[in-house]
């Protein structure tokens, strides 16, 4: 059992010639409930005379940087009022680490102050960020243009090796997942419908709703949504990471540019991946619709079928397509781009990949809705 | 020996934003030079170099290479300034997704019109010279730390470059490695006839290999002393000079 600590307190002594001695006793340590330091002050109050203090340990039992921060703020304090301070009575050790604390002055002006912003402030360097960052956008998409008319003129330098390795990666490895959400979204589709049109007894145009929804929105869209959190996060991440660890310095001052070596074959991947991936999950989604018309609302395999091929036109197929396209390269650029602007700290790495998947998704429901908003103006 | 200028550094300026890291820095390394940048941490140094390998532009001032202002000289002339130059980082900065042997190959592969097996050959060759032959197929997270900076160091030598730049080669690494490695680099400058910089404050790479150097100062934001390490011990009268070359013993 460790002993109890002693409680720590100090009398004041008042002496002759304006002096007053400052007894220190008991334990002085971290868990030990400190004096305050007003009872000096209130000393100091009354005997405005004083001109300087000294202090005597003889009381004193345990102590540590409890008893060192103490006497530090207390210099500090008695430094200001013009007050001698002597601490030739503290025990040698106390000494040595306040003289250790008080070697190197504090440099001036590297103090930060923590500022409580104005409205106006924050207000105005939120749209300076947002000017600075629009402006990277833009020249990033400039870049890429750039480094794909490269690619064209066949002078763009990858490694075909990697190129493969990320259409793995993106296409089939992706498989499962896709799968499993289209499945669910036709599932929900067909229920939903189902609860409706049974009202009205039309239970067969359960088969249109489900394929429409999935061939124009829900197809393309769930699977950009799966791709930003899954794609879109390890192209960040990755190329954070190399960032962090010098990799693309070390390729830039080789004279290869990061951007064709590690972003076009990425986003080349993705924006074929996409549309496959696409049709793909239009095929799940519409089974799982099938699924549960067959089940439960009494209608036949070759109805749904037939059903479904005369509510689908190849522009509807079409319309989805395209949109993959987009969310394709938006996610891809979206990733690689916050990945190449990522700091050089492994907290930098996580933010990096927040906001790829952040950013990819928000940008996707935003063109979503241009593309329907468009789409539905030109009749398509 | 020739003392042909190889990099010339004019008035140079480094800042991030307003925040001015070191300014009035002017020296010159010359062809064959083991030219060292010392000065405490957080001193600029490494911020110096990524100016010199072109990673960081100037805020005011200029640095010549040969003739050629690299900072005002067009995409190919920079691209063709920095195809000679060699570079080992602080960390090694191998590309984690190839092996030692592939990240050697790539820069071969890029400038060269070699075949696939004399790229393979060369490879091997440069993994040999830097005591790493038989780890051609191993990938860098499987190698030790001084094995990899051993690796970049092959990397770096790839296409036989004029200038080697090293940012703190030793730091991390045991004395003996550290030693080791100061042997190679003196090696390999004596037998490829490059100019070699390096960023670094451990004392004693600093007398066994430098033959120039420059002192940056962290307080008064610039260079204080330039010249060989060994003559600065001698003759400088800089306190500041002299407590970092002794270890505070001169105080």
Not at chain 1, 79 to 100: E, Q, Y
Not at chain 1, 283 to 295: K, Q
Request: aromatic share 8%; with cysteine.
């Amino acid at each position: 059992m460790p002993k109890p600590h002693l409680q720590c307190q100090y009398h004041i002594l008042p002496h002759k010639n304006g002096c007053l001695e400052l007894q220190l006793s008991g334990d002085w340590v971290i868990g030990n409930n400190l004096p305050s330091m007003n009872d000096v002050q209130t000393q100091l109050d009354q005997d405005p005379a004083t001109t300087h203090i000294k202090i005597s340990s003889t009381e004193l039992g345990m102590w540590d940087s409890r008893l060192v921060s103490f006497i530090l703020i207390l210099t500090k304090s008695l430094n200001d009022k013009k007050i001698a301070f002597d601490i030739s009575g503290l025990p040698s050790g106390t000494k040595s680490l306040l003289k250790l604390a008080t070697a190197v002055p504090e440099r001036t002006g590297v103090r930060k102050t923590r500022q409580q912003k104005s409205f106006l402030e924050i207000l105005g360097s939120g749209a300076i960020n947002t000017i600075s960052e629009t402006k990277a956008i833009l020249s990033f998409i400039g870049e890429i243009w750039l480094s794909f008319f490269r690619f064209i003129q066949g002078k763009a330098r990858f490694r075909y090796q990697d190129f493969w390795l990320v259409i793995q990666e993106c296409g089939p490895n992706a498989l499962p997942i896709v799968t499993l959400i289209s499945l669910l979204i036709g599932l929900i589709l067909a229920f939903i419908g189902a609860i409706q049109l049974q009202l009205f007894g039309a239970d067969i145009y359960v088969a249109n709703l489900v394929a429409i929804g999935m061939t124009r929105e829900m197809g393309a869209m769930m699977t950009a949504i799966i791709m930003a959190g899954r794609t879109g996060a390890a192209f960040a991440a990755k190329l954070g990471t190399m960032q962090v660890n010098e990799e693309i310095n070390a390729l830039n001052t080789m004279g290869i540019a990061a951007l064709d070596f590690l972003v076009l074959p990425r986003i080349l991947a993705l924006v074929l991946m996409m549309p496959l991936l696409t049709i793909y999950s239009n095929i799940i989604g519409i089974l799982g619709g099938m699924w549960v018309a067959v089940t439960m609302l009494d209608i036949s395999l070759i109805e749904y079928y037939l059903q479904t091929k005369q509510s689908i036109t190849l522009v509807d197929c079409a319309t989805g397509i395209i949109k993959s396209l987009v969310f394709g390269l938006l996610i891809a650029g979206i990733g690689c781009m916050s990945g190449l602007k990522c700091g050089r700290s492994s907290a930098a790495v996580g933010e990096a990949t927040t906001t790829a998947v952040v950013r990819s998704i928000v940008s996707i429901v935003v063109a979503d809705s241009i593309f329907t908003i468009l789409f539905q103006s030109l009749g398509i | 020996m020739t003392t042909e200028a190889h990099i010339i550094v004019n008035d140079l300026t480094m800042a991030y934003g307003d925040f001015i890291i070191q300014q009035g820095l002017n020296f010159t390394v010359n062809k064959e030079d083991i030219f060292i940048l010392m000065g405490a941490s957080g001193c600029g140094k490494s911020t110096l170099l990524r100016h010199l390998v072109g990673l960081k532009s100037p805020a005011k001032g200029s640095v010549f290479y040969q003739d050629i202002d690299f900072w005002r000289a067009s995409e190919q002339e920079k691209s063709l300034i920095m195809r000679r130059n060699g570079i080992l980082y602080q960390s090694g900065a191998l590309w984690s997704a190839m092996t030692l042997a592939e990240n050697i190959a790539l820069p071969l592969g890029e400038y060269t019109n070699l075949g696939k097996a004399e790229i393979q050959e060369l490879a091997s060759l440069k993994l040999a010279l830097v005591g790493l032959s038989g780890f051609e197929n191993y990938y860098p997270s499987e190698i030790s730390g001084g094995m990899q900076k051993r690796a970049g160091l092959a990397r770096a030598i790839a296409l036989d470059p004029e200038i080697l730049f090293f940012d703190e080669p030793s730091a991390g690494l045991d004395p003996i490695s550290a030693k080791l490695l100061d042997d190679l680099i003196l090696e390999l400058r004596d037998s490829l006839g490059a100019t070699l910089v390096i960023v670094t404050h451990e004392l004693a790479s600093i007398f066994a290999i430098g033959n120039n150097s420059v002192f940056l100062d962290p307080e008064s934001k610039t260079m204080i002393a330039s010249g060989d390490p060994k003559l600065l011990l001698k003759e400088c009268d800089d306190s500041r000079v002299r407590q970092f070359l002794t270890r505070g013993k001169n105080k």
